[in-house]
Every structure is written in C-alpha cells, then in structure tokens.
C-alpha cells in the first residue's frame, strides 16, 4: 500500500504546468474568444511536442504507452489552465478507444498522426449528448450498429454549431453516414471510455476548482472595502476555506478512480462516479464562493473568473450528469451485499491486474 | 516506487492477526457508558486486555509494549477494530495526545514513569486545556502553576475536561510566570488527579451524562518533576499536542465508515418508508466517508515517506466532524418517531443508539478547536489570506 504519485509523474505535472502557465494565460484565452475557430493551432502542435498527444498511443506508433494514473495528473493541470483545446478528451478517451481496436491501417494512421499533432479527432457517443470540437478534428469515431467502433472523415459527416454558455467550448450537433468500421461488438471498449471521459471530467473540475480558489484568495487580498483586503473577514476567509475542504477531499477519490480505471478494477465504476460527484461538487461550490467574493465584479467579463466557471458548469454535466453518478454510486451501495465496510475500500485491488 | 493501492502480504497478515484477535476478546456485551464509575471501570479493563495481547498502542515502540506500526498499518488495526465493534477507548487522550508527546518531550524518567502505565490502563489520561475565560481563545490561560522549592502550587479553574470525572491523571497548561502574556509563561504540567486541593466536578452533558469535568485548584502542590519541556515553553509542547489531535490520529476513517455501513443497513430496513431524498443522503455519508479514508492513506503514505502534517489537519478536522453530524442527522430522520428515545429504552439500543451517536457528534464541531477556527487557519496559513 503506497498511496502516492512516482517523482516523475509529479514533475510531468509540474512541466505541464509550467508550459501552461506561459502558453495558456487568461490573456491567451481572452483574445482565443474573439477567433474564428476559438482553438490555438500552434499550442496544439507544441502540447504534442511535450509528448501529450502520444500519451496512450501505443509506443510503436509513436506514443508514449502511459496509463490513467499517470494522465491524472495531467487532466487536472489542463483543467486548472481552463486549457481551451479538448486534450484530455482527445488524447485519454479517444485515443484509449482506439488503441483498444484491432490494428488496422486506418486505426493506425490517425492513431500515429494524432501522435505527431497533424489529426485531431472528435467522439460521438451516446454518452454525451453533444460533440466537441468538429470543426478542428480530421475524423469523427462514432459507435456504430451493434456497438462498433467506427470512423468517419469528410463528407460522411455533417455539424451544426451548439453555443455553449462557456464561450471556449466548441459544440456541434453530429450526424454521419458511412464510416469505416475499426471493432465489432464493442460495447466494452465504449463502456471503458465514457469512464474515461467521466474520469478525466472528475479530473479537470478538481483543477478548475483548486484555480477558482487560487484566482479568488488574490483577488480578495487586492480588493478593500472599509479599509482592509476583503480577505481579511472571516466571512469571506470561511468560504474559500469550504471550498478548499471540498476541493482537498475530491482530489483523492479522483486518484483513487484513476487507480480503478487503470487496474481494470471491479469497482471501477461506482469509483469513477463518485470522482465525478466529489469533483464536481467541489467545483460547484468553489464557483459559488468565487462568484460571492468577487462580488459584482464575479457577474462580468470585467475578470477572467467567468470562463473557469463557465467551464467547471458545462463539464459538470459532461460524461454523465450528477443524478446518473448518483444513481450508479447508490445502485453499488445499498445494494443487497454491498462491499462496503472499513476493510473493503480497496479489496478490489487486492487481485486486480 | 509507483502508487500501489493493494495491501501487501504483510500487511494482510497483520489484518488476519488483528481479526482474529479481535473476534476472540471483544466483549459479547457492550459495555457500560465510560461516563459511569462502572462503565470506566470496564472500559479501562478492556484496555488492560488490549494491552496483553499488545494491542494497546500499536503505533508505540516495542519495547514500550507496542508494535512499531506504521500509519497504513495502523489504519489496517483500525479498521479492524472498528468492524469488530470493539469498545470506544477510554484511553484516546493518552495514547494519541499525552503518549506521543512524552516521547518527544519527555525526559527518560518521565517517559519511563508514565508510558508503561499508560500502556497497560494503569493511568487513564484526562485533558486540561480550557478554562471559562479560554476556549478557543487558548492563550488566555489564567491558571497559576507557581514554583515553590521543589513544587508547583496551582490555583484556578479548568473546564471541558474529557474524561476528568475518572481519571487518575490530567495534562494542560498552566501559567507559571504570572506576570507573562498570552503565549509566553506557560508551561505544560502532569497533575495526579488524587492531589489535595482538586475538586472535579463533572458537568452532564446533552445526554445527562458526565463525559467532562470541571477541574477547581486550591493550592494544589505538583512536583516539579511533573514539567513536560521547558518552563514557559509549554506553548510550543501543547502545539504538538494539538497537532496530533487535529491531525490524522483523533478519529480514524474507521470510525466513520463503520457508522456509514450502519446507516446504509439502517437505510434498507426501512427503505420502504423514506424518501429517495434520504437514499441519497445515505450514498453520500458512504461517498464521504470513503473520501475521508482516501485522503488518510494518502496522508499516511505520505508521511512514512518522511512528510510531515501542517495546516491540513485543519482540513480533516472539518471534514470528519461535519460528515459525522450528517450521518447521524439523517439516520435521526429515518428512526423517526423512535429517534428521540433514550438508549435506556430497549428498541434504541436495538438500533445501535443513533440518538447518542448524535449527541456526541454534535460536539465534533466544537471540541479540538471550533470547525471556525480551522477556517481561519485554512484561510490564513493554507490560502495565504490577510489576518
């Protein structure tokens, strides 16, 4: 039992933060609003140079071959960053998906393309009800008849824009005809990659939730009202402290699932579930503090708050809603002989690969 | 190393040891209340029984009667000793405040006249640190401990004294330069409860019971031996005290995941009854309570591997404390009409006496600094936000 990061996973973080905190400032986001395509081409090309797009790319096409528990931590360093390009969901859902496909020449070019940073893929699954970032990916992987993994690219595929209250979330309507189909049957690999997706959701919300605290204590330091920083009353002191609380108790259970996912656990998905409620709860209520100490400035655009709200919002309701995590976690626990008890929190690792 | 969330075979042995153990020697019926001679009485043999199977105080060395455990393995015996439901420890305040204090602190004759006693139950521990004009303002210690020869003379009031009504000893601070200020001056004293000169007298509690005490000094002559650390220097001994209590040894997930195991076999037998409101307020305290043990493991990986717990103690401390009133809260929703009976009452006691587990986590906010002074801390020395 040894319940920590590795160095290296932690100082990958650490560069990843590091890339981000020059390359993804709320400056950046503030002007990427008011592009066409709202998405940074060349920070794209260079989050592939970090490696980050050939995370789960097998390593002979070109990738890395690293798992969930490695990725964790990088989910959570984008969501903090409010990073606009749908990485986590490229890179950890799809890309998973695809590797978990028999190899085939085209499951092989877009997995090595994605990889290099010159193909982007977007997902269609019944798991989400709208589809990120068409306008930028070269293929679409959709689930096919009898639950086939399958791609489509070009005219097979037709959008229509959605707008998102998050003005950085790119939404399209999908329909598609045709494709190429990658796996047969394949209700398993969908299963595995909406906990994916709702995993790495549960990851970008803890982040985005630590950054609404981090964004709110300066602020409340700056700003004086009746002559002292508004940080200084404990009011305002005692909502960022709940937050923090919520935040500092999410983190693990996210660790925890990403353990789960990665160990192919039997728990794995009343886990995942309880990572998206602890994660999102979290972030909804370091929202709701974040908003009440900025005050009126919180309302606007006037500060950069807006848009990790507005994310932390839209991924709440991501890769399965709270009453569907709910429902999930409470099937597993009242359950009729529900392995629940103080010794049984991580029996199911106990055998697990 | 890479994260490994599976016990190793070490790790279950000493698991299989300590349910074996347990299944043995835990009581069949619960004892009697701690806040009664009686029931203090039984408590304190059962600790005698723990103490010769040397289950007493696992974390402590061996050749003080412990095991050497580690943090993960002593969340392993908790566990254990929790699902066996095993009786609460009328102990805790030596094993995990008085106890690991000594052994930083203490001198060799005083951790030789005190930690074996304390191992065995000989000596049951009881905290003086409040006082009527000092709750969470601690510093405000007003009670003299001024030296005389070879002696301490005391004089003045503590309060809030958990377990005082029984015990045979206290430890708090005391101001023994009585012209000092706030933190300066104070010194952390050993007082034997049969002194002459102590008067306790127990304060019933939400329940009637008599679980604290006041404590009343009148020339009250200690041994200056009995000084832990340095005189005046008391401040920074009760610090560590503090420490360990807000920290990760006070209250074990066990003891929460146990109560949530409870609340769910309390939720579906009477599932037909309650709203799907309840339901979710049961998945909830079992969520929570899974993420309070998440967070000690991690904590106590942590700190095998030579970290150290700072101001996220404050975290826990909140985050148990609450989590124990909402589990109680609702399995008081669900009993209902039956939830306002006392445990005297057969059926109360039937249903694992919710109403007392209420009670006493009523207080989990307040006791071990209010849940509003770790906000501040949090919001100061966690966040960094203005004093």
Known sequence: MDFRFSQDQLDFQDSVKTFLAGECTPEHLRKLVETETRRDAERWQKLAELGLTGFFVPEDLGGLGLSEVDFVLIAEACGAAALPETLVEQAAVIVPLLAACPAAKARDDALSSFAEGTLQLAIKTPGLHYVSDMHTAGALVFAGDNSSVMLAQGADVSASAQTSIDPLRCLFDVSVKGGQKLADDSAALWARAFERGALFSAAQLSGLAQNMIDMTVAYAGQRTQFGKPIGSFQAVKHHLASAQVAVSFAQPVVYRAAYAVAHGAADMSAAVSHAKIAAGDAAMTASKAAIQCHGAMGYTFEVDLHLWMKRAWALIGAWGDRDYHMKRVADFTLGANAPIGADLTFSAFDNAG | ?387
């Open chain 2, 1 to 387: 190393m890479t994260m490994d969330l599976a016990f190793t075979d070490q790790e279950r042995e000493l698991r299989a040891e300590v349910r074996a153990w347990m299944s043995a020697h835990v009581p069949q019926m619960p004892l009697a209340s701690m806040d009664t001679r009686e029931g203090f009485e039984q408590h304190r043999d059962w600790e005698r029984t723990l103490h010769s199977g040397r289950w007493s105080m696992v974390t402590w060395p061996e050749q003080l009667g412990g095991r050497g455990a580690n943090l993960i393995e002593w969340l392993i015996f908790e566990e254990e000793y929790y699902r066996a439901g095993a009786p609460t420890r009328v102990n805790q305040n030596g094993i995990f405040l008085l106890g690991p204090t000594l052994m930083e602190y203490g001198t060799e004759a005083q951790k030789e006249k005190f930690l074996p006693r304390m191992a065995a139950g000989d000596d049951i521990w009881a905290q003086a640190w409040s006082e009527p004009g000092a709750g969470s303002d601690m510093a405000a210690i007003r009670t003299k401990a001024i030296r005389d020869g070879d002696h301490y003379v005391i004089n003045g009031q503590k309060t809030w004294s958990t377990r005082a009504a029984f015990a045979d000893w206290c430890f708090g601070l005391f101001r023994t330069d009585p012209d000092s200020q706030r933190h300066k001056g104070l010194s952390f004293v050993l007082v034997p409860l049969s002194t002459p000169g102590i008067t306790v007298r127990p304060i019933p509690q939400l329940d009637g019971r008599t679980g604290f005490a006041e404590i009343f000094f009148d020339d009250v002559r200690v041994p200056a031996e009995n000084l832990l650390g340095e005189e005046g220097g008391g401040w920074g001994v009760a610090m560590s005290t503090a420490g360990f209590e807000r920290g990760l040894m006070l209250r074990s997930p066990a003891r929460f995941q146990e109560t949530a195991r409870r609340l769910v076999a309390l939720y579906n037998a009477n599932k037909d009854k309650v709203s799907a409101a309840t339901g979710e307020r049961v998945v909830q305290a079992w969520m929570d309570a899974e993420a309070y043990c998440l967070n000690t493991y991690m904590t106590a990986s942590r700190l095998i591997a030579g970290g150290s717990i700072g101001v996220e103690a404050s975290l826990n401390k909140i985050f148990w404390s609450e989590l124990d009133l909402a589990m109680h809260e609702t399995a008081m929703g669900i009993m209902g009409a039956e939830a306002e009976l006392m445990r005297e009452t057969q059926s109360a006691r039937a249903a694992g006496d919710w109403l007392g587990g209420f009670l006493f986590s009523l207080a989990g906010p307040i006791y071990a600094g209010t849940n509003e002074i770790q906000r501040n801390v949090i919001a100061e020395r966690m966040l960094g936000l203005p004093r």
